[in-house]
């Protein structure tokens, strides 16, 4: 049965992140914008394995009669619900808590039962992005080598969320550059292992509270089995590892989506209360009757409502098993321009007061930015929907 | 007892809702793709196509079974659907087709029992019986919540004057609600017919929806019975039929979005200028992505809103995003639609620019297609 509302079971979640937002994450909003590299101590209050286990929780089933008896909602429905929640509050902090980085996303994804034992409870970021390899992560040159019982590591990493604070780092490297992807792999690599060296904190436009580290390897040495996937270079091995690891963005991407119609909820929210009694916002009147400031207020619900929707779907169809790839990209283009566009409009609405550094408004015009492009630019995610729509590979729409 | 828990978020059809939906998709696919454009030449429809819609059974399934229907509860969700999947094949025929079923929805709403048996009744029986709704009135800025269309009092009937355009088989219509304001007392509505004596139509022409061959309807002094005004004692709730009818459109902007969307990404991969198909370059293919992103979106929006009316959750504010988002996005995909196709989207052989002109009425209709 076509229900868009949700239910009951994820009430509690999303009032406890919503009250971890507005408790937690909101009072040091403006410090942290301020103080770009210091490591938010408050957010040590946020039990990790507490937030974790109310945001992971055991499929629901549908039971109703006339509900197909696989109707789920679980696991990547209640991620994006409370996400959204998180980053009402602050973005750049919600990146800055422990174990919630793409690191452990991949771990979780792609890690033997063994692995998951040594690094399930760490907290990893990723490396992926060089200063010449961005979007296109096929081309990455940091190398990993086979020498003995080790892996040897060289490249250098920039972007890397959270790699300065983490206490692990999933880097990708490649086996052998001729071979393209499929001698790309991914390998673990504890902090604290001689030859890894964070060398720099980047200063970004905004989400400054999360930490952005260049990180340097030369001749680092991990254990053989700390690779994630096979080693096989061959055409299957690609499948098998970058594949895989590509895949760990279908199930993130649309949590970064999650990520923009929070922090644009938030714009919104600070928007209607700062322009107080000077719009009301009323359903059953023409939109030809409101206000130019009351139409631009609806259209941007409208674009937001669309824009959740679109994430609940992709969330939807991972919990139910269904391959999501061209919906979890289609939520985080939507969901990452329509963040964009509502934070910055809602500056402009407010005027000096949306400019100025007295409200959180600038901040997340700034924050927003973001979120249109980690984890996959707007062109990424519209090549991804245009090649599946039209049945392109990436050699004929490049 | 515990309340019934809420139910999980799902996009799943009902049985019933995937059955209806296979034969309306393969009816616009067999029975309005290949003659919208004819209609639309014509400015016509023939009875015989609407005849061969009835077939789907539609217009029965949520009528009581005292009436000859099947008595399944008003689902706000299969209508739309049904909608999305009709304007799928041509919107001017979905309206036409759906027109019926508007007036019955709304009948089932807000007329007494007494009211349903005596109104519907004539529109069960065999063959096609063509009813619509007459909201809109003619001039620029209309605003529902100010009708022109007046009536007064006169001892326990009704007087009607005024001035309705946009009504679908304004002049053979066996039934028409005329939404007027009833003086003193807000809105109400009254079921007359256009051979009531003081009623007279002539026909319009628009920039699309030709194939509906839209009237005007006059009402010079209409004299309506007080069993004929919707809802006898009981106030007429226009709010509820505008929004009703707010979900109808962005259903009808959803399916005309999908022939669009399924059109360019055939001609477009089959197209080739430089020396490639055209969906080989990022500017084309770019458009294409986000007509899909675009219409899912509004779909998803759709959905929500029919789904809330269904469970009798408040929807104003659902459907209003709905109605918004298929007017700016609906138009959208229809300009690019035609743009895709270049000067080729320009020439009437193409259907695109037919969508074109027909999704530009989903920003004006009102009180048209409720679900």
């Known amino acids: 049965m076509i229900n868009l509302e949700l239910p009951e079971r994820f009430e509690g979640l999303t009032q406890l992140m919503r009250a971890v937002s507005t408790n937690v994450l909101r009072p040091i909003s403006r410090k942290y914008d301020k103080q770009e590299h210091d490591v938010p101590v408050e957010l040590k209050v946020i039990d990790r394995r507490g937030t974790a286990a109310a945001a992971v929780r055991p499929d629901a089933t549908d039971k109703s009669p006339d509900a197909k008896p696989r109707n789920k909602n679980g696991a990547a429905m209640s991620s994006v619900l409370s996400i959204e929640q998180m980053c009402w509050g602050d973005v750049g902090l919600m990146l800055s808590v422990p174990g919630a980085g793409l690191g452990n996303a ?25 200063p010449a390899s961005g979007s296109d992560s096929g081309s990455i040159s940091a190398t990993a080598r086979l020498d003995g019982d080790e892996w040897v590591l060289d490249g250098e990493k920039i972007f890397v969320t959270a790699g300065g604070r983490c206490d692990t780092v999933v880097v990708w490297a490649t086996l052998d550059k001729r071979k393209g992807k499929s001698a790309i792999k991914s390998f673990v690599v504890p902090k604290g292992t001689p030859g890894m060296e964070v060398v720099k904190l980047e200063h970004k436009l905004g989400i400054r509270a999360s930490d952005t580290a260049t990180i340097l390897f030369t001749n680092c040495r991990i254990p053989k089995d700390n690779i994630l996937g096979s080693a096989d270079v061959s055409e299957g091995g690609k499948r098998e590892a970058f594949g895989k690891v590509m895949q760990t963005f279908d199930n993130t991407r649309p949590g970064v989506a999650a990520m923009s119609i929070g922090c644009a909820r938030a714009a919104l929210d600070l928007t209607l209360e700062l322009l107080g009694d ?29 824009a959740r929707l679109l994430v609940l779907r992709a969330a939807w169809m991972a919990d139910n098993g269904e391959p999501n790839s061209m919906e979890a990209s289609m939520s985080k283009a939507k969901a990452g321009r329509v963040g964009n566009a509502i934070t910055l409009r809602c500056v402009e609405l407010c005027g000096s007061v949306g400019y100025s550094e007295e409200t959180l408004l600038e901040k997340f015009a700034r924050d927003s930015k973001i979120l249109d492009i980690f984890e996959g630019t707007q062109q990424i995610q519209q090549l991804i929907v245009a090649r599946r729509l039209l049945n392109k590979s990436s050699s004929e729409l490049k | 007892m515990t309340e019934p828990s809420k139910p999980l978020f799902d996009l799943t059809l009902t049985d019933e809702q995937r059955l209806m939906r296979d034969s309306v998709r393969k009816f616009a696919q067999t029975e309005m793709r290949p003659v919208a454009r004819k209609y639309d030449e014509a400015a016509e429809t023939p009875v015989d196509f609407y005849t061969k819609s009835l077939d789907l059974g539609f217009n029965a399934v949520q009528l009581p079974e005292e009436l000859g229907g099947f008595g399944a509860a008003r689902s706000p969700i299969s209508n739309m659907l049904l909608t999305e999947d009709f304007a799928y094949g041509d919107m001017s025929l979905a309206i036409g087709a759906l027109s019926s079923l508007s007036f019955i929805n709304t009948v089932l709403d807000q007329g007494s029992p007494a009211q349903q048996a005596a109104l519907l009744e004539p529109l069960t029986r065999d063959g096609f019986h063509p009813a619509a709704l007459a909201l809109t009135e003619p001039g620029a800025r209309f605003n529902p919540k100010q009708l022109k269309t007046r009536a007064t009092r006169s001892g326990s009937d009704y007087v009607l004057h005024g001035e309705k355009t946009l009504v679908p088989f304004g002049s053979t219509a066996e039934r028409l609600l005329v939404v007027a304001e009833l003086e003193g007392e807000g809105p109400a509505a009254f079921v007359v017919s256009p051979k009531d004596k003081g009623v007279s139509s002539a026909r319009e022409s628009f920039m699309g929806l030709r194939p509906l061959a839209l009237s005007r309807v006059t009402l010079d002094g209409v004299n309506v019975p007080k069993a004929h005004k919707l809802g006898e004692d009981k106030p007429f709730d226009l709010d509820r039929l505008l929004d009703l009818c707010k979900i109808g459109n962005a259903a009808l902007a959803t399916g005309v979005g999908q022939a669009v969307l399924d059109y360019v990404r055939v001609y477009c991969n089959d197209r080739i200028a430089f020396g490639e198909p055209i969906t080989n370059r ?50 959208k995909i229809g300009t690019d639609g035609v743009q895709l196709l270049g000067g080729h989207g320009f020439i009437r052989e193409h259907s695109v620019e037919l969508w074109y002109r027909n999704l530009r009425a989903i920003a004006i209709l009102q009180g048209c297609i409720s679900v």
């Open chain 2, 282 to 331: 990022q500017s084309v293919a770019f458009m294409i992505a986000d007509i899909a992103i675009e219409l899912d979106g509004l779909r998803l929006l759709t959905y929500r809103a029919a789904s809330r009316a269904e469970q009798n959750l408040p929807f104003r504010r659902e459907a209003y995003l709905a109605q918004l988002q298929a007017a700016d996005k609906g138009m």
């Open chain 1, 106 to 130: 991949a771990i979780n994804a792609v890690a033997t039962p063994e692995q998951k034992e040594r690094f399930g409870n760490c907290y990893a970021s990723m490396a992926i992005t060089e």
């Open chain 1, 278 to 306: 000077s719009v009301k916002l009323d359903y059953a009147k023409s939109q030809w009757e409101a206000s130019s400031i009351e139409a631009e207020l609806y259209r941007m619900e409208a674009d937001w409502e669309a």
